[in-house]
């Protein structure tokens, strides 16, 4: 029989070893510092944010950048409508004919304002009512951007869920809501006039005359300089609208030539989209006096748009852009060259501007009108006064993604919408897109003639333009408005 | 909680495992004798040099020098089994006597086998297993194979060579690699790559290091070098790769690096030289693209006379060049009777055949073994390597000169006005990338009698990429003119702990049974740095201080998956083989709702040909049969962190700006691949024909879908559990031993695989698309082809409509094979070639959609009788050519391909012509790799992946104008000392 003395020699080494291993594998199991198991999201989640001391106000710029993001969103609209056409590869060439616009071709135009509008509701539904103290302004602007939010799909979209698994929710009921909303988020306080300028945006959609003229009277009263911008970062949340208009090489975004003075309006990654501004409270007034066919009063709003809008700053720039068709051809680049906005109109002058080369440009709004000319025209003379009048529309609130709105053109939500919601199928409401009869066929909108005024070695073959079709005399005679003219 | 505990456990003793091997007691000052010997060839006589030699029950081995001696020293005095194995040999054993006075010696003549019963497998066995017990799929490449292509990276080296896999490349730039795929697509959310183990480390297998220049995509591949390769072995999930859990379901493949052999010490040298030469089938050059301008010339100095000519092979004369190559590796290996090493180091650069295409390597081995006693051996293995790549712009990137050129767009994007200046400042921007890798293994062994072994492996890789782009001012980038430089940087750590305990009992009898448990874990970090800065002031190449904008974005991600396997292996008669395993797993992937996934298997093997009936019956005929059948299941874990719900913030004015992030799934489970597979290996006719046949059908269940949260939530996508996917297919692989006399053999092999993938259910998630045109929608192969495709609506027999339709294809072959042949003529002169294949799939051409920009139209250009659809509208009037975007199936091509992969030459070197120098052994070869293409398309190469989306799953098939890898020419003389 072996005594515990041998064993200890004989196997001594063995059970140290076994020892030490016992050892290390109670320290690793107690041990965080020897734990490879454990790892950390470097994300903030759910428990980080219920660590927050402010939660409300630590949102708030989430909102901000969100709101940024949707706003930038507008060169969807624009490309839709006739105020550019696309001659690139980063946007889809089908946007200009918007027949023919279906439902997978909009991504973040659909999705960022339906993330901005559950961002808005989680922050004051979820987020508010466990804030200990949660600051009054805060909670007012969330709310703005939760109006904003369904005051854009309204404007943008036919009809789109608010809800998970929820039935398309039609324009109009959006466009209510955003009123029910801005409402609730008050008229006084630090966003007060914004939220009037958008109250007076959204009564004018619903048809609402009365409410519109109040907030917009309200708002030019306060400040009739009224100007909302919303800045955008030069580093991370760029203004989209610059990329496609200036920073890409392709340039793919190239305006009606009778809007060629107007870009470029953003200068910079950083240069803000306007949101509202006092012009268009003006033409509200214009619109509603139109409305009831108080053409003196209305004419005096339009004069009054006009006179404050040629006061806005403009930015000398150099831009290098040499005005290309898709097939490389050259589109109107030259000053010497007139323009008329369909083949029975008169040619204009000083609608384009010559480049490459230093060109000055509005950065807030501008117009081709002068006071003069609108206070000439008669009051009987109605069609040439809303002509007048939606040209002011497109020219002040160019590049701001509501031309596509005036138009009346609506788009489809997104398929992965359609595929994702069950209580939507293909052919349900929203799920088309709407394009008025009066728009013209294909992309007739965008188009001109001669396509190029010069020949193969640049030089000008012609110095007049004809655009094909004049789509603010189209609306006039179709008299498009809220208000019903 | 649970799971934690649990995972730390399983860690834990997996480390303990490891340590406690390595301290177990040496047994020193025994008596000792040695056993020497030599093996030949049955047929010939001729010397088999690398056969492994080993004594059971201890962990001594020896390997056989070209004369085929070996010598066992220091073995314990008694009666020891030594065995002898070699690939493509059958096994031989002898018992002996060992007594401490003279040798005793012990011969072997082995036959040639058609297959390699006796080859040692350990790779998703648990332990040291030989063939004849497996019962799934593993295959097996060995240093001959190896030796016979000299290529640059891991990927290349497996082209070709295995049933059921395919391997299709990048392209021509460095730093690129390929994907590799086993038995079809799996999984529609992650990387099909599979899992790669160096030494029993788990390293960096990802194909998208790096950020994206255009779409080619820089890969942890292509530094995973193929020198001091012994042998690789390869599972391609199922069964055979059950013991690795919820990382196995793409496959395995497991490489084993040199570490010396026993003997003297043997000095490699090796000088390799070469050129690779661009592959220019599938590159117009400006003859084609600009008629116009070959027609007129340019008028360079603006005087309005067009009086320099514009040469038609602009590209061929400018751009592509023809690359030298160099390659140098010195090794030393040799070891005494108990410890062996092997050092070795290589540097190699390449110039590439594209203008700023360049790639230089550094590299230095170490490797030990130390048997520490008789029952127990340790190794270490150290590896260090530097890579430098330099690039272009490419793909999709408007900065890519060779896309540029050849769609017609230099002018525009350069503002010049002729083909030198254009692509001089297309050649601006300097794309460089340095990879530095470091690679620790330790391991250690130990037979403590004939009923229990174990083994350990603990080790580490280490790798940090660094891709630095600069685009000065001037050049041509999407931020026009302004310069931007871009550093991307990405820290890649993982770390693996295995234990495996084997006891054997019974050992020997009618019946004999294996039971194995095992513990194995890793870890990988990784971080991901980007920096960005914009705008510069002045020329030159500053540094981020100097730039406008910088805008830095940092991403960190920690994965720990452990599991513990338990499998009883069963043997009867030496001739039925029975095993049954289960791997419990955890990971820090799963949600909080799951614990533990089990990964059971279920195998048996039937070597039918060792019956009496079967050798009375068909004996004369079949040398060997072998029937196996085999279940299991596997697994493919989530996306770090996935799992919870989370918020992100972006730097917004100066605040802080978040919105919603993940939204976040309890459930999070892995995706579980059952696999039922069944096959046979025969050998025929005196062993000169050897099948392998495998049918399998593997279906993935919970598989993970990005789905997509409903829009109006503002979610995003959740990562889910929810489709089900399904491949079937066979796998067959044969040799035929032509020829084998004293002064000639010729061998010929040949691989076929044919699958069918598809989806079988979304599980209730909407369909959607994994690239713009590649699509996940129940029925159809994973990433089917779906584009609009003109047609007629109204019956006139004109093209008036056009609508999202199924091309019915998919961007993965179907069907694929190669073929090898081997001729080997007085024992010094070996002749072999390889070829591959694929067919069944489609590919898409992108290059030519952006030419249609241009109005060049290259199909039409290239293919005499193509017209490119033409528009009608409902009235029958002619409009013209569809819009690329309303007529994107005129660019998916068929893909059918074939290539000459490979031709080399090794000549053995008479000893007469260079002993009096101290040379032992010198080999001349010679080599041309990516020989010839023959194609389907004349637009683009079908099989390479130009156009990564550089998310996970990247299936190929989309490819810009992409550079085919060059035709690469290699001349190398080895010299041993």
Known sequence: ????????????????????????????????????????????????LAEAKNPTASLIPGLRAMFARTVS???????????????????????????????????????????????????????????ENPEAADVQEARYYHGMAYLMLGEWFVAVPVEVDGTPVPSATLIQTAITELEAAGTSGTFGLEVRAALARAYRLAGDVGNAETHASAVLAADANFLQARDFDGATITNTLYEFLFLRALKEMQPLPRLDFLDLKYTSREAPVYVSKAEEMHLILAEADFSRDAFAAGRQHLVDAIRLAVTRPTEAFDDDDQRLNLDLSERPHDAIIDIRADASSTFRSGLVLTRPGTITTPTVASTSLDPDSILAIPFNETESLLHAFFLARQEMLFLEGRRMVDLGIKVPMTLEEIEANPSINAGDLGTVVFVPSYIPALDNMDLFTPASPYDDTGALTTTQVTMMVDMNRVLAQNKVSPFGL | MQRSKLARALWASAFAGALLLLTVAPAWGQATGRIQGRVVEERTGRPLEGAQITVEGSVRRAVTDADGRYTLPNLRVGTVTI??????????????????????????????????????????????????????????????????APVQDIAQLLQGKVAGM??????????????????????????????????????????????????????????????????IEVTKGGAASTLYGSDAASGVIQIFTKKGTPGRTRITARIEQGFDSPELKYMFDTGLIYPDDIETGFD????????????????????????????????????????????????????????????????????????????????????????????????????????????????????????????????????????????????????????FRARATVGLDYRTNQQREFAPIGAVIISAGEGRLQRYQRDFTSVTGDFAGTFSYPRTGILTSDF????????????????????????????FDEAATIVATEGNTEIFSGGVYFQEEIGLWDRVFLNGGVRFDANSTFGDKVDVEVYPKLGAAYLISD?????????????????????????????????????????????????????????????VTSTIEGGFDIALIDNRVGIGFTYFDATTRDALFFVPEQPSTGLGTQLRNVGEISNTGIEIDANFQILNTDKVRWDFGLTYHAVDNEVTSLGGAAPFNITAQQRVDEGHPVGAWRLFTPFDSNGDGKLDDSELTFSGKSPMPTKSGSFFTSVTLFNNLT??????????????????????????????????????????????????????????????????????????????????????????RATLYGSVHNVKIWSATPLIDPELNGLSAGGSLQLGGRSSVTLSPPRQFRFGLEAVF
């Open chain 2, 831 to 920: 002749l072999s070639g390889s070829a591959d294949w694929a067919t069944g799939h489609e590919v898409f051409d992108f290059g030519s959609i952006w030419a249609t920009f241009n109005n060049i139209f290259r199909r039409e250009l290239v293919e005499e009788d193509y017209e490119f659809p033409i528009r009608f509208d409902t009235d029958g009037n002619e409009i013209g050519p569809w819009s690329q975007n309303r007529a994107r199936s005129a660019f998916l091509l068929k893909g059918d391909w074939f290539k000459l992969r490979n031709i080399s030459a090794r000549w053995s070197i008479p000893a007469s012509v260079y002993q009096f120098l101290g040379v032992d």
């Open chain 2, 166 to 231: 395919t391997v299709n490349a990048t392209s021509a730039q460095a730093g690129t690699s390929s994907l590799i795929n086993f038995r079809g697509i799996s999984s529609v959310f992650g990387s099909q790559t599979p899992v790669i183990y160096v030494d029993g480390v788990r390293v960096d297998n990802n194909v998208s290091t790096a950020s994206g220049t255009g779409g080619e995509q820089s890969s942890a591949l292509a530094d995973l070098l193929t020198s001091d390769i012994e042998r």
């Open chain 2, 611 to 671: 019956e009496n009936f079967f050798q009375t019956a068909l004996g004369s005929v079949v040398n060997t049969l072998k029937l196996r059948f085999a279940f299991g299941k596997t697994g493919k874990f989530p996306t770090p962190f996935l799992r919870d719900r989370s918020f992100n913030a972006t730097q917004f004015r100066g605040e802080s700006a978040p919105r919603f992030d993940n939204p976040g799934n309890a459930d999070l489970a892995p995706e």
């Open chain 2, 83 to 148: 065995r002898v194995r070699l690939i493509g040999y059958s096994g031989r054993g002898q018992t002996l006597p060992v007594s401490a006075g003279l040798p005793a010696t012990a011969n072997f003549t082995l036959a040639r086998s058609a297959i390699s019963l006796d080859e040692i497998v350990v790779t998703g066995t648990g332990r040291e297993v030989e063939r004849r017990r497996l019962t799934a799929s593993v295959h097996v490449i060995n240093t001959q194979e190896i030796e016979r």
């Open chain 2, 300 to 451: 360079t100095n603006g005087d309005g006379t067009f009086d320099t000519p514009a040469d038609p092979d602009f590209l061929k004369n400018n751009f592509f060049q023809s690359g030298h190559f160099q390659n140098y590796y010195l090794g030393v290996s040799g070891g005494g009777e108990s410890i062996t090493y092997a050092v070795s180091g290589r540097i190699q650069e390449a110039a590439g055949v594209q203008l700023k295409n360049q790639n230089e390597v550094f590299s230095m081995r170490g490797a030990i073994q130390a048997e520490i006693s008789n029952k127990t051996s340790v190794n270490f293995t150290a590896n260090y390597t530097r890579t430098e790549f330099g690039r272009l712009f490419n793909g999709s990137a408007i900065a890519d000169p060779l896309t540029s050129f050849e769609v017609g767009d230099v002018f525009f994007f350069t503002g010049e006005n002729n083909f030198d200046d254009a692509l001089t400042t297309f050649i601006l921007p300097d794309i460089d990338e340095v990879v530095n890798r470091f690679r620790f293994t330790s391991g250690a062994s130990l037979i403590a009698s004939d009923l």
């Open chain 1, 73 to 131: 969103r507008a060169y969807f609209a624009e490309v839709i409508s006739d105020n550019y056409s696309i001659h690139g590869t980063g946007i889809n060439k089908t946007y200009d004919t918007p027949r023919e616009i279906t439902e997978e071709l909009l991504g973040s135009m659909y999705d960022f304002p339906q993330e901005l509008r559950s961002l808005a509701a989680f922050v004051l539904n979820e987020i508010v009512p466990l804030d």
């Open chain 1, 1 to 48: 029989m072996m005594s515990s003395r041998s064993i200890t020699e004989r196997y001594g080494r063995t059970v140290r070893g076994i020892a030490l291993a016992a050892v290390t594998a109670m320290a690793a199991v107690g041990c965080s510092f020897l734990d490879p198991t454990d790892v950390d999201n470097p994300a903030t989640t759910e428990d980080d």
């Open chain 2, 516 to 543: 194995t448990v095992g513990v194995q874990g890793f870890r990988d970090d990784v971080s991901i740095v980007n920096v960005i800065g914009t705008t510069f002031a002045l020329p030159g190449a500053p540094d």
